[in-house]
Nanobody, 125 residues
Framework: QVRLVESGGGLVQAGGSLSLSCAPS????????MGWFRQAPGKEREFVAA????????DYAASVKGRFTISRGNAENTVYLQMNSLISEDTAVYYC??????????????????WGRGTQVTVSS
């Protein structure tokens, strides 16, 4: 069964940086966009960043714009998230997602078809 696997999470001090990676495991599939979402304790899973393959268009949550960068890997269905100037509010489990069917906007999590199990990012103040 195809799934996504995240890596690169960990503990970092406020102001520091982390880089997350996401790659498929267990098979192949086609996608038209990939994104990152996060979920903090007691909160809903929220959009962080996404990239559309067809035109390279990216979108970011207002809370991370200017600090996070999403990029495409060389291998199919791989994506990275570079996180700089981390703050305590960035503490969450970060999930990678891939979209196969929907072709519109890239922000809504309901439009994504494949998900990873998440990687914990903890920012200490």
């Amino acid at each position: 069964q195809v799934r996504l696997v995240e890596s690169g999470g960990g503990l970092v001090q406020a102001g520091g940086s982390l880089s997350l990676s996401c790659a498929p495991s267990g098979g192949t599939f086609s996608s038209n966009a990939m994104g990152w979402f996060r979920q903090a304790p007691g909160k809903e899973r929220e959009f962080v960043a996404a990239i559309r393959w067809s035109d390279g268009n990216t979108d970011y949550a207002a809370s991370v714009k200017g600090r996070f960068t999403i990029s495409r890997g060389n291998a199919e269905n791989t994506v990275y998230l570079q996180m700089n100037s981390l703050i305590s509010e960035d503490t969450a489990v970060y999930y990678c997602a891939a979209r196969q069917y929907y072709s519109g906007g890239i922000v809504l999590r309901s439009h994504y078809d494949y998900w990873g199990r998440g990687t914990q990012v903890t920012v200490s103040s």
